[in-house]
């Protein structure tokens, strides 16, 4: 077997290999020769600069490279017949992911996906006890690693439980809502979702790698109980209603009809109307058995109990998430610029024969909406364009009202500035918008409005709503 890329994550996969004593761990391979070397002499075994130099007896390969070289270093396996065990994710997008799920079948190759905490013996124990999941909630934060930053808290930790979730449910979830926040780097440092299960199940999964303290939880009420899981600890925590309880709820009326003190009762709840049951799962390592599940499959030539099926499904979910997220910037104050730049597709203006037409439309609708009264007889609208869309001249468009008093007031005119540093908020989607008024105003509710729709402006009082 050999391990590409020996990184954070890598050099512990090496030295778990080269611990087996049915493996041979006959090279690593990373770019950086001083890292490589110093994995390589460690775990006893050869180190190559690239994926080409390894010998051509590799029965299987571990990929742990940063996730944007998923695909390629995959991929050279796979079109071999090579087992291939990739990190989580799977790869960076999920186009990527289905790739190599085709790639591997298209070989009949095993195609296994690094979700470790499939592995975990408290997740194992909490599975057995839970019964159908109702409702799940799961809590996983970290301090910054400063490793994996080339990919969000959505793809590094969420994913985790995501895979976990679509384990104990065996569904696609019907609807996602989510919220992200930017604090350190360049991706969502936190990231919080709601899943609606088909059956009906609710699931609340909270990810960040901006907490001072790593806490890795789940709470899962089901049909059999609530289950409380720590997967750090493998403290496993069941209860759930016994005796006369579990079948007959009117039951606490009658004590506390009988009691003369009824706040006394809450001491004997847990233990003696509510079994509780707790668990220390084994403390095996959770790396060496997927690793021994993945050798095992090879062997076997058995399905992993993570296949490359499984990883595109937990993809997609991720994918679901990162489509919904409403995302906030701590590092501007303001919406991130993804969730911007996708606002401001819509507002691109039309660039056919037909623009010149369709802006005096514009103009005169907006110009009619327009209060009469001084200082409201005339009216001037400039439509700007950043720069990537600015025309060579300016367009300028002119209207007038004949109703009210005064004379002409060309100073007085509206400026619909489509620039991304107008920061504007959809009532409904939150969305930084790429329009703006010189004085406040709100958009209309429904999403996706384009620079055509200015003619919803109305003013009153002077102030554009």
């Known amino acids: ?40 002499e460690r775990v006893g075994t050869d180190w190559f600069r690239d994926v080409d130099s390894l010998p051509a007896d590799i029965h299987a390969v571990v990929v742990a490279t940063p996730t944007r070289f998923h695909l390629d270093a995959a991929t050279h396996f796979l079109t ?3 087992p291939t065990f990739v990190e989580k994710p799977l790869a960076s997008t999920l186009s990527d992911a289905e790739k190599l799920v085709r790639l591997a079948d298209r070989h009949n190759c095993i195609l296994q996906v690094g979700h470790i905490e499939r592995f975990n013996p408290a997740f194992d124990a909490a599975r057995e006890l839970c019964g159908t999941p109702l409702y799940i909630r799961c809590q996983r934060v970290s301090p910054y690693t400063f490793r994996s930053t080339d990919i969000g808290v959505v793809h590094d930790l969420m994913i985790h439980d995501i895979d976990l979730v ?42 960040s790698r901006m907490c001072p303290a790593a806490e890795r939880t789940m709470v899962i009420w089901g049909t059999e109980g609530c289950v409380e899981v720590d997967l750090q600890s493998r403290q496993v925590h069941h209860w759930a209603p016994k005796g006369q309880f579990a079948s007959n709820p009117q039951l606490v009326h009658a004590l506390i009809a009988a009691t003369s003190d009824p706040r006394t009762l809450k001491d004997r709840v847990f233990g003696e109307w509510i079994e509780v049951q707790t668990i220390t ?20 030539e058995g ?24 995302l906030w910037s701590y590092q501007t104050s303001a919406l991130a610029a993804q969730t911007k730049r996708a606002a401001w597709q819509g507002f691109r203006p039309a660039r056919d024969a037909s623009w010149e037409q369709e802006g005096e439309e514009r ?11 001084e200082g409201r007889d005339s009216c001037r609208a400039t439509i700007l364009f950043p720069a990537r869309e600015q025309p060579k001249r300016e367009r300028s468009v002119r209207g007038r009202r004949t109703a009210g008093r005064g004379g002409p007031a060309e100073k007085r005119f509206w400026s619909l500035n ?13 969305l930084a918008c790429g329009i703006g008024f010189n004085n406040s105003f709100s958009l209309p509710e429904k999403a996706g409005t384009t620079a055509r729709s200015v003619s919803n402006v109305s003013v009153s009082a002077g102030k554009a709503t």
Do not use: W, Y
Request: with cysteine; proline share 5%.
């Open 80 to 82: 071999q017949g090579i």
């Open 166 to 207: 679509l384990d104990l449910t065996g569904q696609m979830p019907t609807s996602v809502e989510a919220f992200g926040a930017v604090g350190i780097g360049p991706h969502e440092d936190m990231a919080v979702a709601r899943l609606k299960m088909p059956s009906g199940t609710f699931v609340d999964i909270t990810s």
């Open 363 to 373: 103009r005169n609708r907006f110009c009619d909406s327009l209060p009469t009264g």
């Open 281 to 300: 799962a084994s403390s095996d390592d959770a790396m060496s058995l997927e690793l021994r599940d993945f050798i095992d499959s090879v062997r076997s």
């Open 303 to 326: 399905s992993p109990r993570v296949s490359g099926r499984e990883g595109v499904a937990a993809m997609q979910v991720a994918e679901q998430v990162l489509s919904s997220l409403r």
């Open 1 to 40: 077997m050999a391990v590409v890329g020996v990184g954070s994550l890598g050099q512990h996969h090496a030295a778990k290999l080269s611990a087996f004593e049915d493996v041979d761990l006959v090279g690593v391979v990373d770019p950086g020769e001083s890292q490589g070397r110093t994995v390589a």
């Open 418 to 430: 489509p620039m991304p540093e107008a920061r504007l908020i959809t009532a409904r989607t939150g």
